[in-house]
């Protein structure tokens, strides 16, 4: 039980430190008009998936992955029209 509290209060804190980053950082003007559209690409198009390959190599076999995979339809389909 004590893990799991660490855990959330770990991943709470550490979204909170980003955010009062992002609010120091665009009040001293580090930002441009540009800035919030180069860095959801960045986020969307390179973070993202780096850390899904990473994250799915790291945690799954290659058995697991297969017996998912039926699984996977729904998911990929949403995602799929979301894209488009």
Known sequence: MERVIVA?????????????????????????????????????????PAYMVATVTKRFTASELRQLLPDLRYPVLSMTILFA
């Open 8 to 48: 959330a209060l770990s991943g709470v804190s550490i979204i909170l430190i980003m955010v009062a980053l992002g609010y120091l950082m665009n009040e001293r003007k580090w930002f441009s008009s540009e800035s919030p559209r180069i860095i959801s690409r960045l986020v969307t198009q390179v973070a993202l």
